[in-house]
Structures are given as structure tokens and as C-alpha cells.
């Protein structure tokens, strides 16, 4: 009896993405892991403007049950919008929490939370094999800014380096100091893109392009270092 012919292999199907309440409900999560403070914070945000529209409702509608349920209605809606706010920036704090003290954390933020206007990139322009110390660069408004990603004592050096070899490029651009590291006056990681925006505005948007271009002649470091990683990919560790 012949042998029927073997059927082609089934092309494996690729997996399925999680849908958008999933994903909403992982990075709860992980909030609520990392910050158990945020619960209270998403909570207040969601049912205050329930609380206050009820209350208006009561005070203005005058017993209208249209009114009453359209302020309602406007309440809920928010509530709603304040809860996905809150819900993001706590997310994005516990997410960088996670990178707090690994090698190229700085490199992240550079790479997917700039601020609109500013430049940077996630490769540092300067590194100590040793200690694995850096120092990043960011172009904006503001000139440009020197981010260093270690200890004080160790990176104060790396930076006046990185100041003059700029220095030698672009001497009547000016150029500001922000310190990534454990120090106490150091800046947080998810502070650094929103810290860019004390510095004077001194550039305008076709000088920064200018200055950065110029900048990529200067090349960057060759040092291996990690890139980062990205903080919303990250896993979260078990409890213990």
C-alpha cells in the first residue's frame, strides 16, 4: 500500500501581542510593585473628579437628572484621563528605578525620553573601562549639556575633558554640568530629561541642528559599554 505524502510542516504562528488592557494592567503591576504609594495616587485621581463633578452636580444642576448625569458622565471621563497620567509617570519612575546604578541607565533616557527640541544619544562620548563611568552628551535650546553617570569623584575629571575638547570646537557655545550617580545632590534618573529644561535658553532650533552636526565630527567613545536596557522591557524581579 503506498504511502500517502507527508503533509508540509505548519509554519509556526507567531505569538500574540497582549491587547491594550493587559498591557495596561502589567504596567500596573509593576508600578504597584516598585511604588506602593501609587495605588493611593491612581485612586485619588480617578474618584476625586467623580467626587467633585457629584458634588457640582448636587449644587448646580438643581435637581435637573439630565444635568446631574452629564456632569456625572464628565466626572467618570476625568477621573479616567487623570488615572492614565498618573498611571504613566508613576510606571515610567518604577521602570528607571529598575536601571538605577547599571552602566548606560543615562543612555536610555537620552534615547526614548528627551524632551522636545533637545538631542542626545544613548552611546556616552566618554568612558572609564575600569569603573565604567561615563559621560553623555545632549544638544538642545539650551546649549549643550554634559551628562556624567557615576560618582562626583570619579566623573568631575571626565567632564572638564568632555568641556574642553568642546571647548576647542565650539568655544562660544555654552555648556552646562548635569550629574547622574548616587550623590545627594546628584539628579534622578527619571528627573534628568525634565532637569534639561533650567538651562537657559541660548540656541535657536536651526543653531542646535548646526551644533550637533558639528558635534558628531568629535565622534564617540569605543569603549564597550552597555547600551541599556529599555526600562518598559524590563522584568520585574520576584519578591523574596
Do not use: C
Request: net charge positive; hydrophobic share 45%; glycine share 10%.
Amino acid at each position: 500500500m503506498a504511502r500517502s505524502p507527508a503533509s508540509p510542516a505548519q509554519p509556526a504562528k507567531p505569538a500574540k501581542e497582549p491587547g491594550r488592557m493587559k498591557q495596561m494592567w502589567q504596567v500596573f503591576k509593576m508600578t504597584r510593585r516598585y511604588d506602593k504609594s501609587s495605588v493611593w495616587w491612581m485612586a485619588l485621581g480617578f474618584f476625586g473628579p467623580i467626587l467633585i463633578a457629584v458634588a457640582l452636580s448636587i449644587w448646580v444642576a438643581g435637581g435637573n437628572v439630565l444635568n446631574i448625569i452629564l456632569y456625572i458622565i464628565s466626572g467618570v471621563l476625568a477621573g479616567m484621563l487623570l488615572f492614565l497620567i498618573i498611571l504613566g509617570r508613576k510606571a515610567e519612575k518604577a521602570a528607571y528605578s529598575q536601571l538605577k546604578g547599571q552602566p548606560g541607565a543615562v543612555g536610555v533616557v537620552l534615547r526614548s525620553s528627551l524632551k522636545r527640541g533637545w538631542r542626545g544619544s544613548e552611546m556616552p562620548v566618554a568612558v572609564n573601562a575600569k569603573t565604567q563611568d561615563a559621560v553623555y552628551r545632549a544638544v538642545g535650546r539650551g546649549g549643550i549639556v554634559l551628562i556624567s553617570e557615576g560618582p562626583k569623584s570619579r566623573t568631575t575629571r571626565m567632564l572638564e575633558d568632555e568641556r574642553r575638547k568642546v571647548q576647542r570646537v565650539l568655544p562660544n557655545v555654552p555648556i552646562g554640568f548635569v550629574s547622574v550617580g548616587p550623590d545627594q545632590d546628584s539628579v534622578a534618573l527619571h528627573k534628568l530629561a525634565g532637569s534639561l529644561k533650567r538651562f537657559k535658553k541660548t540656541l535657536t532650533k536651526a543653531e542646535v541642528i548646526a551644533v550637533s552636526n558639528r558635534l558628531a565630527s568629535l565622534g564617540q567613545s569605543s569603549m564597550p559599554i552597555p547600551k541599556g536596557v529599555d526600562p518598559f522591557k524590563v522584568r520585574a524581579q520576584r519578591p523574596r
